[in-house]
């Protein structure tokens, strides 16, 4: 299988395109403002306490106060607590973990008032990004993550994947892991560490040490709560750290300073692989040239259409998901209801386990499929969805279809679900039903050009506008970009741009930011 990642960046928001077989599966948008990241730590303030709950909720700094529950305190919270308290209380004096005094582990039926009052000062992390109306989930459990291992402050437990089948390398790893880490540190090693040699490993973990002994720092030199002590890697770099595997043939980005960030971390962890890591620096908008703009129009939105003229049906509530699949025109003739029916269960199968990567959809999903009598059919239909999601990232789990044709699926929620709205308003009227004369649209474009040339003395510049006005503009011997250029200088690109709507036009400078040109109404 080819994989791709594809990274749009734009001024105030990055775009993450996973590519397998130059398919879209998976697709993230990060504001370049973001507040919140999983990972991220914080130096926090007990708000106030739920004992109904068992609870607690915690400013961070976020407009609603962040969730706590005592489960997720961790057994060595007790131990954290006195080692943040006694950071606290003394800023000037550096504190070594390794010197530090374990207390024993927490009561897992315990109270949370026994434990938090209100006004304590704790260090969290963010175990869920801030969803509908909710704040941020949070973990007392601090952990650092790494490509191979992720370090556990405050315990001594080393643990290796179980994706790891081999006996004798779980031993190998554990050993090896023991032999290495510093006291009062607890290591996971991640599947991906299977085979690695000591040196690898050794220096991943001096690198995790190093990010904690940083963020204990951070707390002491912090001067208001609540305070960011620890950010989580920049989300390219988390995306590329959580899925490297030499599968991976290219990752393309169209940011310098991304690509530059990229290529440090790829050059770290697999200096092998540095050659994938390419800038790509042409005209053209690097999700139209990898036909993602198209495929991100066509699979989001409540109907999505698959093969043969099928079709589901996505609906959200606060609760769940429902996705309901219809057959639409697609029959044949030659085969009865039942074969029909399979046939196109098992399209949609593929379709809605890509779309749950794709949108990034999370807690209860319920499926209806076609409705079909034959038990081996049913187990097909399973068998199908089971396998499509096994290359899925986020823990989930498959129950059997029910009696009554529905497939019922959890599935990790982490962030909010992607939702992207494909309908496009009218960029020239904004809405208000009146239009300038579309046969007139060309000479609004040259009094733009005019404009940027005479007035703001502007000489090299791109405007996108939409595939079909830039093929009418370089169309001809003696094409209207030919004469535009030979009036107002050669410095012009006309760039096709398959996010833009049919009057609609953006201008570039050299540099690639935008010269906002755009009026309501351009003609009287």
Same mark, same amino acid.
């Given at each position: ?119 304590? %000062?704790?260090?969290?992390? +963010?175990?869920?990004?801030?969803? @509908?109306? $909710?704040? *941020?989930? #949070?973990?007392? /459990? ?68 190093? %990010?904690?002994?940083?963020? +204990?720092?951070?707390?002491?030199? @912090?001067? $208001?709560? *609540?305070? #960011?002590?620890? /950010? ?293």
């Amino acid at each position: 299988m080819n994989s791709e990642l594809i990274v749009e960046v734009k001024p105030k928001e990055v775009s993450i395109a996973i590519l397998e077989d130059k398919n879209l599966v998976e697709l993230h948008k990060e504001a370049r403002n973001i507040s919140f990241s999983v990972g991220d730590i914080y130096l926090g303030k007990v708000k106030k306490l739920m004992p109904g709950l068992n609870a607690a909720f915690v400013d961070v700094g976020y407009e609603k106060d962040a969730f706590l529950h005592y489960l997720d305190l961790s057994p060595q919270f007790q131990s954290t607590n006195k080692f943040m308290k006694q950071l606290l209380s003394d800023r000037k004096r550096p504190l070594s973990l390794p010197k530090f005094s374990l207390l024993p582990e927490s009561d897992k039926n315990g109270s949370i008032a026994e434990i938090l009052k209100v006004g304590q %000062e704790v260090v969290v992390q +963010i175990a869920k990004e801030p969803i @509908s109306t $909710k704040g *941020p989930r #949070l973990s007392a /459990e601090l952990s650092f993550a790494g490509r191979f291992l992720v370090l556990i402050p405050f315990t001594d437990k080393v643990s290796v994947s179980q994706k790891i089948k081999s006996a004798e390398e779980r031993s190998r790893l554990k050993q090896l892991i023991q032999s290495i880490k510093p006291k009062n540190f607890g290591v996971i090693v991640r599947t991906v560490a299977e085979e690695k040699r000591v040196a690898e490993l050794d220096n991943e973990l001096k690198v995790l040490v190093k %990010e904690f002994e940083d963020s +204990i720092t951070r707390i002491q030199k @912090s001067k $208001k709560t *609540p305070s #960011l002590i620890f /950010e989580e890697t920049g989300r390219t770099v988390g995306i590329i750290r959580d899925i490297f595997n030499p599968s991976f043939q290219s990752i393309y980005i169209d940011d310098k300073d991304v690509y530059n960030e990229v290529l440090n971390y790829v050059t770290l962890i697999s200096p092998s692989s540095a050659p994938i890591v390419k800038f790509y620096s042409e005209d053209e908008p690097i999700f139209d040239h990898f036909a993602i703009t198209k495929q991100i129009k066509s699979s989001f939105g409540k109907t999505v259409s698959f093969k043969g003229g099928a079709y589901l049906i996505i609906e959200h509530t606060e609760a769940l998901h429902v996705i309901d699949v219809n057959s639409g025109n697609r029959s044949r003739v030659s085969s009865g209801q039942e074969e029909n029916a399979i046939d196109v269960n098992l399209l949609a199968a593929n379709e809605i386990s890509r779309q749950l990567r794709l949108r990034d959809l999370g807690g209860i999903i319920i499926v209806d499929f076609i409705d079909m009598a034959s038990p081996e059919h049913r187990q097909q239909l399973f068998d199908r969805m089971r396998d499509n999601m096994a290359n899925d990232r986020a823990r989930h789990n498959i129950l059997p279809l029910s009696k009554f044709g529905l497939l019922q699926i959890t599935r990790q929620r982490v962030r909010p679900e992607l939702s992207i709205t494909t309908s496009e308003e009218c960029p020239t009227c904004h809405g208000k039903g009146e239009i300038q004369p579309s046969l007139l649209f060309t000479d609004v474009l040259e009094n733009k050009i005019e404009y940027m040339v005479e007035t703001l003395h502007i000489k090299q510049f791109s405007m996108h506008v939409h595939p079909y006005i830039a093929a009418y503009i370089n169309k001809g011997v003696i094409s209207l970009k030919t004469q535009w250029k030979l009036k107002y200088g050669m410095g012009i690109k006309i760039i096709p741009n398959q996010n833009l709507a049919y009057l609609e036009y953006q201008f570039f400078d050299k540099d690639r930011n935008e010269i906002d040109l755009k009026e309501e109404k351009d003609l009287k």
